[in-house]
């Protein structure tokens, strides 16, 4: 029996950088609309697809009957790493962004949904790049490993297995994975062309109603402006506010929407936590600038509820300079920046059942304390958790604590003042974008050594696949028989 299966990994990587090398042809009609070169796109779709092309080759005898949970979590890291590194091909070959580092974080940054950047200056840009940038936000949010399981079936793979790997809560909603692939993809396209027509009828022209609707559906955050959305209205902030916090509700709850199955909804505790800490939080941020600050009850209202919203969803779109924000509310968003949305969305973080569940486990050991001989149970949504999934997730909640701590080190140790480096731990970790000192909304991470800048993407890439997908890899239990 093989550990692993090289060839059916290197076919499923074959199968993903098809649809990397389609994705750069959908660049070329902003390329003719606005007469920029073709040839950053056209050679690195020639280059992904000679690749491809090679992976296939190498790897048509695949026996793909023989899949198992190892082949998922290497196939799935792999096709992260491979679909960032080639994704920096653009860059490098428009000349953008000259250094192949650079070009890497902000691809990393871009399909891990992060938002974090290098560019100092990014409404230099031409065009087509400013989308490749926003579009990397909608592949990497969708998944690539979802629009794969379109087309995994023709491999005789069980590629709800590799959706899964994705997050360790997600609810299944559907025996047939093909059908979630289309449910979840009709739903995305959904929400995508509401924000769009819902932006360009205020002041957005529809190319930067289209990039900043892709980053926010994403959860992602690259804007086409320095200043993100600071520089548009009221109007538009509030359209990518709600689109933020739409955008952070499980993609399970919108398909019981579309089956009228209202009780499903009601009975999901994770929706309501997500709701409560918002509302709370937003509450909280809009009071402190209120008292603290010569704003208006609609301005801090709008900027405290949006700036909540960015960073608890991960999405990191700025409608204030919030390091500049009175020292309570920094500290609030530095907290959020550990909330996550729901499982099952496309933002990162922790996530809102796994803190529910620890609260629930914190609970329990009171009760246990007042009442040592009683016997509870830990429901999610009404029903029963087993014990080695409770296990799991408070496993997970440690793991990324202590994750970030040794990733502050490292940057720390790089050079790099403590504020800054805990706060660009904390934003690439949970795929957020922008962070607190040097790094915060109204700047960017040109500045940051390059070590720093490999930390960070991969940090990127082992929060976007929620950490234990990466690490069971580094086990030696992994690669034992």
């Not at 990397?20 to 007469?35: D, G, N």
């Not at 959020?336 to 609260?359: D, Q």
């Not at 390059?450 to 976007?464: H, P």
Request: charged letters at 10%; aromatic letters at 14%.
């Amino acid at each position: 029996m093989k550990l692993i299966n090289p060839l059916l990994i290197l076919r499923i990587l074959s199968t993903i950088l098809l649809i990397e090398t389609i994705s750069y042809f959908f660049c070329l009609p902003v390329v003719f609309i606005y007469k920029e070169s073709p040839y950053p796109f056209l050679w690195s779709a020639a280059i992904t697809i000679l690749i491809s092309g090679v992976f296939y080759f190498v790897s048509r005898k695949a026996d793909t009957k023989k899949f198992s949970n190892r082949d998922g979590y290497l196939a799935v890291t792999l096709s992260w790493v491979v679909f960032s590194l080639l994704g920096a091909l653009p860059y490098l070959i428009s000349g953008t962004i000259p250094s192949f580092i650079d070009a890497f974080f902000e691809s990393t940054s871009g399909f891990s949904t992060t938002g974090s950047s290098i560019l100092k200056d990014v409404e230099i840009l031409p065009y087509s790049i400013l989308f490749w940038r926003s579009l990397t936000h909608w592949i990497g949010g969708i998944g690539i490993i979802v629009l794969v399981i379109i087309i995994l079936p023709s491999l005789r793979v069980t590629g709800y297995q590799l959706f899964s790997l994705e997050s360790s809560l997600k609810e299944k909603i559907h025996p047939k994975t093909k059908s979630i692939g289309f449910r979840i993809l009709f739903i995305y396209l959904g929400l995508t062309l509401a924000e769009i027509v819902l932006l360009n009828m205020g002041e957005m022209n529809l190319f930067d109603s289209i990039c900043h609707s892709f980053g926010t559906i994403a959860t992602g955050g690259f804007s086409t402006k320095n200043n993100s959305l600071m520089f548009y209205s009221s109007y538009s902030q509030y359209i990518v506010m709600i689109f933020m916090f739409l955008a952070g509700v499980s993609q399970v709850i919108y398909y019981y929407l579309m089956k009228f199955n209202f009780r499903k909804i009601r009975q999901n505790e994770e929706l309501w936590f997500y709701i409560a800490v918002a509302v709370m939080a937003g509450a909280i941020a809009t009071i402190i600038l209120l008292i603290n600050s010569t704003r208006t009850f609609e301005e801090s209202f709008r900027d405290g509820f949006f700036q909540i919203i960015s960073i608890m969803t991960c999405t990191g779109f700025a409608s204030a300079d919030y390091t500049i924000w009175p020292l309570t509310a920094v500290l609030l968003i530095f907290l959020m920046m550990f909330s996550g949305g729901s499982t099952g969305s496309t933002s990162g973080g922790i996530k809102m059942a796994r803190h529910l569940i620890v609260l629930k486990n914190i609970k329990n050991a009171f009760l246990r304390l007042n009442h040592p001989k009683s016997i509870s149970s830990l429901k999610l949504n009404g029903k029963s958790i087993a014990e080695n999934t409770n296990i799991s997730i408070l496993s997970f909640v440690v793991l990324y604590l202590f994750l970030f701590v040794i990733g502050t080190i490292i940057v720390v140790v790089t050079g790099v003042d403590p504020v800054t480096a805990s706060s660009s731990v904390a934003t690439c970790m949970a795929g957020i974008g922008p962070g607190l000192g040097t790094v915060g909304p109204m700047s960017n991470f040109a500045h940051m050594p390059e070590a720093s800048k490999v930390v960070l993407s991969l940090l990127m890439i082992i929060g976007r696949l929620e950490i234990i997908t990466v690490f069971t890899i580094f086990t030696r239990t992994f690669w034992k028989l």
